[in-house]
């Protein structure tokens, strides 16, 4: 490591090279450039990127991540089996719905406890909820790295209505510990029914003609993002992309399609996917996931069966494991959960699905352009609480 | 399809395996073939890992369980390969160039557990603080009051 100077807040430090593709180039060129990406928040949450770049070109890129770390899987262990949801959903407090229900079908599963129908389409309603209140923000972020800001302010507009929703439903709008094992833990009232199609209404007949007019068939937006952080459908399998970024690459992964959970067996939808595997097609595949969210939404309130939206839950659950995955708004996220005759959790590990993105993105970062870094990380829709746990 | 690779790795590797869940088999595999069970796996269509989860015990006490969880995409199954360790031999060898992607979550196993996966280029702590080095706070042995911040005197 060379010397440092830290000049606005940047630092550059300089790194010796000994040849640039087998070639002595002179003094200037031998070295080469380390920046520092966002040393606390560059784009999506607290993490620092060190880039080596030799020109404007990305030689290497190495995520330094751990400023968000909770260690959940330890409180956990602290927990008992319906207290365990409020670490649970805070591996990402965007959309806390998918965890929550992936801990307690876990739960369920060792327990041998059989949810009623109606706790399952409500918790398909809330995670569907937060699928789009998480997608939303994640649109809005791609168009804010490049510079425009007016995406995220309308996407949070319609945000909003969904967490009024939450609101009415749970009393929260952002943590609200509203899934548990054994069933979803409040009635779902007329009013939040009413609610929630005021917010899909809004999401279906103002925000998506609007903002579709003028964010997804843009030339400029295209000009940033087509061809941009390419991957192909082998090369995402074999780096282990997850989620959006897997279906946008052509592989049609969908853990509410291959193991359906909660209701999802009996709704009518249709996997997204895309073949071309860029920056704008990871782009695409959230915007019509949003739609078909939306639609999942609408069927699951008109098939809302009677009935109770709660059992019993034991305090004490024999031992036992089960490993669950749930298609979470950023990709499929694991359960291994493990009950030693307690009466909580003796382990709980968890697999982020944004933790399996990050790590592929120093292979997708090599040799592009400086000014597609940022790009391609908005693109990769991560979350840091879920990198972190 | 999982009852084939019961029958192969039975055959091949003299593993046990039991279903685990639907759609999910579990290979009890041994620290010395672990690498090329994997292989094998790997050819079988299981091209999907998923994470490695790593298990304070069993029989409780006595040391760590590793489970490799991995993905067939295009059949759509799961199989769960598990190695036990006992606490004095803490090593397991990497499968980091087998499948990329599980060479993070080594790293944070080995960080949280203090298992060493020996060949893994970078056993560097990721996720705690570097003075945390060598805690390895997920385990069970770790005692949490000790390394409590010492809280306001009450009023």
Redesign the interface.
Known sequence: MGNSIASSGYTFVLEERKEVSGEDLGLLQEKLLQLNWGVQHPASGPMRLKVWVDGDEVVKVDPD??YV?R?L??LVE?RTWINAIVNVERACFIDNFGTMTGYSIAAE?IAGVEVPKKADYVRTILCEAGRIVSHLLGLGGIVGVLGVHTPTQWALIAREKFLDAFEVYSGQRIATSSIVPGGVRFEPTGKFIEKMVTAVDFLEKEFIPRYGEVFIDNPTLKIRTVGVGKVSKEKA????LAGPALRASG?P?DVRK??PYAAYGELDFKVVIREEGDAYARYLVLWEEIQESAKIIRQAIEGLPEGDYRTKFPVKVPPGE??V?VEWARG?F?F?L?S?GGTGPY?L?M?APS??NL??LPEIMKNVKLADVPVIFASLYMCHGDI?? | MLEDVKVKVKETFGFESEPYDTNVLLIHAERNSVRKLLEFLKEQGFNYPHTVSVVDYIPKGEGFQVNYILENLSEKKFVMVRVNLTESDLTVPSVHDIFPPLQPHEREAWEMFGIEFIGNPRLEVMLLPDWAEGLYPLRKSYDFKKHRKPSKEKK
């Open positions: 991540i751990g770390l260690l899987e330890k602290y599963k399998v074999e780096i282990g592989v992964s291959d193991y089960a490993y995955n499929c694991g291994h493990i030693d382990r590990k697999r933790f399996a790590w592929a972190d746990r």
